[in-house]
C-alpha cells in the first residue's frame, strides 16, 4: 500500500514564476492537508481539503497561494509569482476520514525561490 | 505564547540513557499527537493519543487532559533515535488540522 506521495521533491523557481506542488493521498484517504516548515521554523497548518471543496483554508497566505483536490487526480497547491519568502518545505498529510484520525505525511516538496 | 510549547528545545544523550521530552498545550484538544522527523526532513506518525499512555517499542507516550501535558520517553536510546521530535494537538472543533509544537533536536551519542 503505497504510503501518501508528493512530487517534485525539490523545486526551484526564479522569482515571479509558478510553482506547483502534487500530493497523492494514502489508497482510501479522503482528506488532505498541506503544511508549510520555513528554514529553521516549525510546521504551520495551510488549508484542509476532501474531494473538490476547501474544508478550511484559515492557515494560506491571501494572496497567490490556493489548493485544490479535484475528483480524479492528485491534490495541487499552487503558488504564483512566487518569491523568496516562499522557500520552505510543503508537506501533504492524508487521512481517512473526519476524526480525529493519525495523519500520514509525505516526503515534502523543498520549494527554493532565486 | 504558543498553544503548544515543547521542552527541551535540544538534547543530547549517551547512549543507552533515558529521555523524556515534554509538551503543554493550552487548547482544548481531541487529541495529541507525537511525531518524528528525520535529518532528511520526512515526518513520521509515532503516536496519537486523547487518554492515558501508549507504547510502541523503546517509545512511550502519555498524556494527562487535567493537566494538558504530555510526555514523550524512550528508553534505552540509540543513535538511530536522533531527529526533531514534534508534539501537535487536534484542537476541538478544528477540523483535525494539526497545531504544532517547535520540535525538539535529540542527539544521541554512541
Known amino acids: 500500500n503505497a504510503g501518501v506521495m508528493q512530487n517534485p521533491r525539490h523545486l526551484v523557481r526564479r522569482r515571479g514564476q509558478e510553482a506547483r506542488l502534487r500530493c497523492s493521498p494514502m489508497k482510501g484517504h479522503s482528506h488532505v492537508y498541506w503544511y508549510r516548515q520555513l528554514p529553521e521554523e516549525g510546521l504551520k497548518f495551510m488549508v484542509y481539503l476532501q474531494k473538490e471543496n476547501i474544508i478550511d483554508e484559515s492557515g494560506m497566505p491571501k494572496e497567490r497561494f490556493s489548493a485544490e483536490f479535484p475528483k480524479e487526480g492528485p491534490s495541487i497547491l499552487r503558488i504564483q509569482q512566487v518569491v523568496r519568502g516562499d522557500s520552505a518545505a510543503y508537506f501533504c498529510?492524508?487521512?481517512?476520514?473526519?476524526?480525529?484520525?493519525?495523519?500520514?505525511f509525505g516526503p515534502g516538496t523543498r520549494l527554493t525561490v532565486t | 505564547k504558543n498553544e503548544v510549547e515543547q521542552s527541551p528545545q535540544n538534547l543530547t544523550a549517551q547512549e543507552g540513557e533515558f529521555i523524556t521530552i515534554n509538551c503543554s498545550y493550552s487548547?482544548?484538544?481531541?487529541?495529541l499527537h507525537w511525531l518524528q522527523q528525520h535529518p532528511g526532513g520526512g515526518i513520521v506518525s509515532l503516536f496519537m493519543?486523547?487518554?492515558g499512555k501508549k507504547k510502541h517499542g523503546r517509545l512511550i507516550a502519555t498524556i494527562n487532559i487535567q493537566e494538558k501535558h504530555s510526555s514523550l520517553h524512550i528508553t534505552a536510546s540509540h543513535p538511530r533515535d536522533s531527529a526533531v521530535y514534534i508534539c501537535a494537538v487536534s484542537a476541538l472543533g478544528n477540523t483535525d488540522k494539526l497545531i504544532f509544537g517547535t520540535g525538539t533536536r535529540l542527539q544521541v551519542f554512541p
Open positions: 493519543l486523547s487518554s
Open positions: 487548547v482544548g484538544i481531541s487529541a
Open positions: 498529510a492524508s487521512s481517512p476520514g473526519t476524526g480525529p484520525y493519525e495523519q500520514y
